[in-house]
């Protein structure tokens, strides 16, 4: 039984699939991504001639956010028809951001065919904190650090 609370997230993320741009793979993906604070952004796959210049749904969800001056996140929902799983290149991008993460992969049926955590998807992944100079994390396991003002007041460029 689907946490009634997850419903309308669930489907709006299957309405963002529904503005998918997929002329190649005829494959759509819808993305909801939730802010800390509740703030929801969605995304859609976007594909182009140039195949590796498409952008998946999941990371079209996270820069929308962050652009919008949003860093931390608690809830992925992705749908695709079958249940699919983010690539790669979108676990990493997450991992950036939210490495606490808790994922949601739903099909055609809106039925939760995944419920776990991002640190499940992506073991043992590549971080802020992976780096020498690492960034220090929020309580919730979030980055908080904007490295932008860290550098200069460091010193640094
Ligand atoms: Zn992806």
């Given at each position: 039984m689907t946490d009634p609370h997850l419903i309308p997230l669930i489907r709006q993320a299957r309405e963002a699939s529904l503005r998918a741009y997929i002329p190649y793979s005829g494959y759509p993906v819808g993305a909801l991504l939730r802010a800390a604070d509740g703030t929801l952004f969605t995304g859609c796959n976007v594909e182009n001639a140039?195949?590796?210049a498409t952008i998946c749904a999941e990371r079209t969800a996270l820069v929308k956010a962050v652009s919008e001056g949003y860093r931390t996140f608690d809830l992925l929902i992705v749908y695709t028809p079958n249940g699919g799983s983010p690539c790669g290149v979108c676990r990493q991008m997450l991992y950036e951001f939210a490495p606490g993460l808790r994922v949601l992969l739903v099909d055609d049926r809106e039925a939760i065919v995944y419920d776990g955590a991002l640190t499940d998807l992506l073991p043992r992944g590549f971080g802020?904190?992976?780096?020498?100079?690492n960034h220090p994390l929020g309580e919730d396991g979030n980055r908080t650090v904007d490295t932008t003002e860290k550098r200069r007041s460091d010193g640094r460029r």
């Open positions: 140039a195949y590796p802020p904190t992976s780096l020498p100079d």
